[in-house]
């Protein structure tokens, strides 16, 4: 059974940064893309980063571009989102997300994490 668990995510202050992390369990993890999203209240889910299986190809969303850094860690099975300089609009439940073929967009993902919250004040 496929399991994405995401931490990382709290309340923070403009300009804080944090570090989500996302953990992959029954995938052979090196074999997928790996997204996060995240969905503001009342708003549909948007794409914020992806990276491919050997860690070679990045797309960010221009509204975290140069502030959010996308990485991961094969051998750990694990993601991380690096997101510094947040703003009060970074405030979202951000889920990370895995399918075979990298995509910016949400729908085609197969695989969810259950989301973590990051709030941040102004």
């Known amino acids: 059974q496929v399991q994405l668990v995401e931490s990382g995510g709290g309340l923070v202050q403009g300009g804080d940064s944090l570090r989500l992390s996302c953990v992959a369990s029954g995938v052979p993890f090196r074999d997928y893309a790996m997204g996060w999203f995240r969905q503001a209240p009342g708003k549909e889910r948007e794409f914020v980063a992806v990276i491919t299986w050997i860690g070679g190809r990045e797309y960010y969303a221009d509204s975290v571009r140069g502030r959010f850094t996308i990485s991961r860690d094969n051998a750990k099975s694990t993601m991380y989102l690096q997101m510094n300089s947040l703003k009060p609009e970074d405030t979202a439940v951000y889920y990370c997300?895995?399918?075979?073929?990298?995509?910016?967009?949400?729908?085609?993902?197969?695989?969810w994490g259950q989301g973590t919250q990051v709030t941040v004040s102004s």
């Open positions: 997300a895995a399918r075979r073929t990298i995509s910016t967009t949400a729908s085609v993902y197969e695989y």
